[in-house]
């Protein structure tokens, strides 16, 4: 069976945020940012008139999942050690003896352990799966991955291969 394939990687689908990641041992970087860029890889059988997706629609909904990150301090909930208390106008953060708080307008927080690249990605990639799926926008995508890159030449990616996934099957 043919399976076509498309790329979209546009310098506008970028998010500048602050993080820091957590390593084993008890290590963790000092807060810092970075400008992420955005990539988008898909595969499925053509539909009607030659067309896997509609690009402008992919490009519209990755951008409205990447918008939520953009300027913002990106928090990990779920990684062990980590203590959030949310508050209405601030989020206190307090892990291995640094104490953070920001105003609560300008944070996200991110149900996942770390805020790694490679974290960042299947985060971004399973909130569009999602996205596609509500706005009938997968038609025959059968394979989608996300990269999210920190710096030009490293990154991480994440992929949803099972056609069920992707299309909510």
Same mark, same amino acid.
């Given at each position: 069976?043919?399976?076509?394939?498309?790329?979209?990687? !546009?310098?506008?689908?970028?998010? /500048? $945020?602050?993080?820091? #990641?957590?390593?084993?041992?008890g %290590?963790a970087? %000092? +807060?810092?940012?970075?400008?992420?860029? &955005?990539?988008?890889?898909? $595969?499925? @059988?053509l539909?009607? @008139?030659g067309i896997?997706?509609?690009?402008?629609?992919?490009?519209h909904?990755l951008a /409205? &999942?990447?918008r939520?990150?953009?300027?913002?301090t990106?928090?990990?909930?779920?990684?062990?050690?980590?203590?959030?208390? %949310?508050r209405?106008?601030? &989020?206190?953060?307090?892990?291995?003896?640094?104490?953070? &708080?920001?105003?609560?307008a300008?944070?996200?927080? *991110?149900?996942?352990?770390? #805020?790694t /690249?490679?974290l @960042?990605?299947?985060?971004?990639? %399973?909130?569009l799966? $999602?996205? *596609?799926?509500?706005r009938? +926008?997968?038609?025959?995508l059968?394979? @989608?991955?996300?990269?999210v890159s920190?710096?030009?030449?490293q990154?991480?990616?994440?992929? /949803?291969?099972?056609? !069920?996934?992707t299309?909510?099957?």
């Amino acid at each position: 069976m043919e399976r076509h394939r498309i790329r979209i990687a !546009k310098q506008r689908l970028n998010f /500048a $945020a602050a993080h820091f #990641t957590l390593f084993p041992g008890g %290590r963790a970087e %000092r +807060l810092h940012g970075h400008n992420y860029q &955005v990539e988008l890889r898909a $595969a499925g @059988l053509l539909g009607p @008139l030659g067309i896997l997706v509609d690009f402008g629609a992919l490009k519209h909904a990755l951008a /409205a &999942v990447i918008r939520g990150l953009d300027e913002r301090t990106l928090i990990p909930l779920r990684a062990p050690g980590l203590q959030v208390r %949310r508050r209405r106008s601030e &989020v206190e953060v307090r892990m291995r003896g640094r104490r953070y &708080v920001f105003p609560r307008a300008d944070v996200v927080l *991110l149900p996942i352990e770390n #805020t790694t /690249a490679e974290l @960042l990605a299947q985060y971004v990639g %399973r909130r569009l799966i $999602a996205l *596609l799926k509500r706005r009938r +926008l997968a038609g025959n995508l059968q394979a @989608l991955e996300v990269f999210v890159s920190e710096s030009p030449g490293q990154g991480a990616g994440y992929g /949803a291969l099972d056609s !069920k996934e992707t299309r909510g099957g």
